[in-house]
């Protein structure tokens, strides 16, 4: 511990939250150094940690957290791209390929998209396994492939860079093993310290809730969207977040080539309309903190523009060239990995869709190899679900609700009673709920 030269002990930071106190700026400081540096044991963080998930954190302490841990390793500087920056976060849900759709639709419009994307764990996915699905698709260039890229085609995503925010790598395994992991604090500094080392002069953050979200209820998603703005703006940037349901999946495809297939079919004109929805709302949200445009309806009016126009695609065909993917995948979906061994599933019943089980769908298609569950797993591009049926359609008896794309006829199987497992029907339509809860500016 650090003791010369100040006399800050970690012993009466733990008694300071633990009492509810506010840490001031040095006190910050000394811990996200400490973890950084490793001077801190890991049973005072541990203690730390769980002072911080009963006392919570103030907005300036998660600003000072936030800024402090994203200083502690590299941070990129976005400012040789012309114009404003605008990055897009989502907390993680099922079926989520809202940046394959917005990155190339923003850019169209004539935003930069300069991101760093990471991969997913669990019943989520991440958008660089979706991408890395593309033949040929590099996400891994350095800095100056980056920009280059960007500035020729207005968008580029890469994977997150080994050395970004370490304290946060240090912090999440501890909390991870302590049953600290559902801190709101310990989040929202979490998210907000990747998104401010990446250089972005915005933020639009998805926060899901709902049964496939991280946040189950409204109440613990407006918490968590109030603070990651405040953090944001506190920061010097502009910030907005966006509250939606993850109740169900997200459009129909669960799965890595299968959501890439969904996205194309969205630019197209042709998606699911959830998927639609939310991509124009956080697409038009991106705009308006850009200053292209002052109402969120003149941007969606644009956005829509450049779908019927086919420039969105277009955009996102040169990105996948520009990144070494095969474009022709945009014309030719049939190019990309999908499993050939397909089941569908049928209902024993008839009713009106009144839920999904959606996280457990995510778990099914993580199972079928579409995701992890561990960070080392290998991931098969090709395998997932497509669910067929939306909350509130009707199913006859014998209708097919779901597709299974597996890797063997036993999966297949396996994964299809899985799925039987999660849909609940009901005689009478159940009430319809939006897609969009509600903004936090």
């Known amino acids: 511990m650090r003791e010369e030269g100040n006399k800050l002990r970690m012993v009466d930071l733990i008694s300071r939250k633990r009492d509810g106190l506010e840490h001031t700026?040095?006190?910050?400081?000394?811990?996200?150094?400490?973890?950084?540096?490793?001077?801190?044991?890991?049973?005072?963080l541990a203690a730390w940690c769980m002072a911080v998930y009963f006392q919570g954190m103030t907005p300036r302490e998660a600003r000072d957290m936030a800024v402090k841990m994203a200083a502690t390793g590299d941070q990129v500087d976005l400012s040789p791209l012309p114009g404003v920056k605008i990055d897009k976060h989502s907390t993680g849900g099922v079926g989520d390929k809202t940046s394959l759709v917005v990155a190339p639709l923003v850019a169209a419009a004539g935003i930069p998209v300069c991101k760093m994307s990471g991969r997913g764990l669990g019943h989520t996915g991440g958008t660089i396994d979706k991408l890395e699905s593309i033949p040929g698709f590099r996400t891994e260039l350095s800095l100056d492939d980056l920009f280059a890229q960007v500035r020729k085609v207005g968008v580029g995503l890469v994977g997150q860079t080994g050395n970004l925010v370490p304290a946060d790598k240090q912090l999440y395994a501890?909390?991870?093993?302590?049953?600290?992991?559902?801190?709101?604090?310990?989040?929202?500094?979490?998210?907000?310290?990747?998104?401010?080392?990446?250089?972005?002069?915005?933020?639009?953050?998805?926060?899901?809730?709902?049964?496939?979200?991280?946040?189950?209820?409204?109440?613990?998603?407006?918490?968590?969207?109030?603070?990651?703005?405040?953090?944001?703006?506190?920061?010097?940037r502009r910030t907005v977040a966006v509250l939606s349901a993850m109740d169900q999946p997200l459009g129909k495809a669960i799965g890595n080539a299968l959501e890439v297939k969904e996205a194309i079919a969205t630019l197209r004109g042709e998606g699911p309309?959830?998927?639609?929805?939310?991509?124009?709302?956080?697409?038009?949200?991106?705009?308006?903190?850009?200053?292209?445009?002052?109402?969120?309806?003149?941007?969606?009016?644009?956005?829509?523009?450049?779908?019927?126009?086919?420039?969105?695609?277009?955009?996102?065909?040169?990105?996948?060239e520009g990144q070494g993917g095969d474009p022709r995948i945009v014309e030719e979906p049939q190019r990309l990995p999908l499993a050939?061994?397909?089941?569908?599933?049928?209902?024993?019943?008839?009713?009106?869709?009144?839920?999904?089980?959606?996280?457990?769908?995510?778990?099914?298609?993580?199972?079928?190899?579409?995701?992890?569950?561990?960070?080392?797993?290998?991931?098969?591009?090709?395998?997932?679900?497509?669910?067929?049926?939306?909350?509130?359609?009707?199913?006859?008896?014998?209708?097919?609700?779901?597709?299974?794309?597996?890797?063997?006829?036993?999966?297949?199987?396996?994964?299809a009673a899985a799925v039987l497992n999660t849909v609940k029907l009901v005689s009478t339509p159940p009430p319809k709920k939006p897609l969009v809860i509600g903004y936090i500016i």
């Open 174 to 236: 501890l909390r991870d093993v302590t049953g600290t992991v559902a801190s709101i604090p310990l989040i929202a500094t979490s998210i907000m310290s990747k998104k401010l080392a990446g250089g972005a002069d915005g933020f639009v953050l998805d926060v899901k809730v709902g049964d496939g979200a991280f946040l189950k209820t409204k109440a613990e998603a407006e918490k968590l969207g109030e603070l990651m703005v405040a953090i944001g703006k506190n920061a010097g």
């Open 340 to 415: 050939t061994t397909v089941v569908g599933v049928k209902s024993p019943q008839a009713g009106y869709v009144a839920s999904w089980a959606t996280e457990e769908l995510g778990l099914i298609s993580m199972r079928l190899g579409a995701g992890r569950a561990r960070k080392e797993d290998p991931i098969d591009h090709g395998v997932g679900l497509v669910i067929e049926k939306k909350i509130g359609d009707w199913v006859e008896v014998g209708e097919e609700i779901a597709k299974v794309y597996a890797r063997s006829e036993a999966e297949a199987a396996s994964g």
């Open 273 to 320: 309309a959830d998927l639609e929805e939310l991509s124009l709302v956080l697409a038009a949200q991106m705009l308006v903190l850009a200053g292209a445009e002052k109402e969120a309806a003149a941007a969606e009016a644009k956005l829509k523009a450049l779908i019927a126009s086919g420039e969105g695609l277009r955009t996102f065909s040169r990105w996948i």
């Open 25 to 44: 700026p040095d006190e910050i400081d000394f811990i996200v150094q400490g973890i950084a540096d490793g001077s801190i044991p890991d049973y005072q």
